[in-house]
């Protein structure tokens, strides 16, 4: 039956009434009945509000919820919900003023992890582009399959479908307990450490670092951190790093990041990816590994 059907049976009773604020039924209830699917006759009815053709005079009418559970408004004021999965047709931006997922300004982006062996582990996407991060902050942990290798890096201008290997880097690593210091100017990679590492157990490369001047196209991209690994003899050295694109090559962008071994693969790999200023969310980038 049809909504003005429901409406006239509510109403027919001797004790059901119209009141100024609600409609009452026989037993005191306030009811409005819309697409009551019982029969198939009145299923898409429409609750028309703001009908604005020539002869309406109802142009700003509102329906008002109260602050209930299941109200509307009172939905979506929470900030959990039961709201199924969202489509967007193109990827909304977010602002990060009340964003618990920031840590001085830095947004969490990535968190990856990979077990078995793998030549490299990369990372590319929408973040690490001109114009929506000011600089990356990045930390990582990577295990050898290799006995005596270096942990190196590699850009990519092109979103990760290919990875620089010409010697257009900088770079320059030390191990402050042995005083050992390694540098290049023409590197085919950004070198983290200064002494080899090993791939016994528990031997590994960690390390953490910042990623500057992507929205820059006077300066080249420059890296600095500082790394921790265990030699070929399982024991323990440190120190900093530094490195990036040399001068000829200041106005290439980087929107791709290469982990790799100078020789073999790394069995295990972790890697976190936070962005730093300016405040807002681009669309997820992607890891393979």
């Not at 939905?75 to 009340?98: D, E, G």
């Not at 500057?212 to 265990?230: D, I, K």
């Amino acid at each position: 039956m049809s909504n003005a059907r429901n409406l006239a049976n509510l109403l027919s009773p001797s004790t059901a009434k119209l009141t100024r604020d609600s409609i009452l039924d026989a037993d005191g209830y306030s009811r409005l009945l819309m697409d009551a699917s019982d029969t198939d006759t009145d299923v898409g009815d429409n609750f028309l509000l703001n009908g604005t053709d020539v002869s309406s005079s109802n142009d700003g009418s509102k329906i008002v919820f109260e602050a209930a559970t299941d109200d509307a408004s009172e939905l979506l004021s929470k900030t959990t919900t039961n709201l199924p999965a969202l489509n967007f047709i193109s990827s909304p931006t977010i602002s990060l003023a009340s964003n618990q997922n920031t840590i001085d300004n830095m947004v969490h982006l990535v968190s990856h992890t990979h077990t078995g062996a793998v030549a490299s582990v990369s990372f590319s996407g929408d973040q690490i582009q001109v114009g929506n991060f000011d600089a990356y902050f990045i930390m990582g942990r990577f295990t050898p399959s290799t006995d005596g290798v270096n942990m190196m890096m590699r850009f990519s201008g092109d979103g990760g479908r290919n990875y620089s290997s010409a010697n257009d880097y900088n770079y320059e690593a030390e191990a402050m307990s042995s005083s050992v210091y390694v540098n290049s100017n023409d590197g085919n990679a950004i070198l983290f450490n200064a002494s080899t590492i090993g791939n016994s157990t528990g031997e590994n490369c960690a390390f953490r670092f910042h990623l500057y001047n992507n929205n820059n196209s006077f300066y080249p991209v420059a890296v600095s951190g500082a790394c921790s690994w265990f030699t070929t003899s399982g024991l323990h050295s440190g120190g900093g790093f530094s490195g990036g694109y040399d001068i000829a090559n200041r106005d290439k962008i980087v929107n791709g990041l290469q982990f790799l071994f100078s020789s073999g693969n790394a069995e295990n790999a972790e890697l976190q990816i936070y962005g730093m200023l300016p405040q807002t969310i681009p669309a997820l980038g992607n890891v393979n590994g």
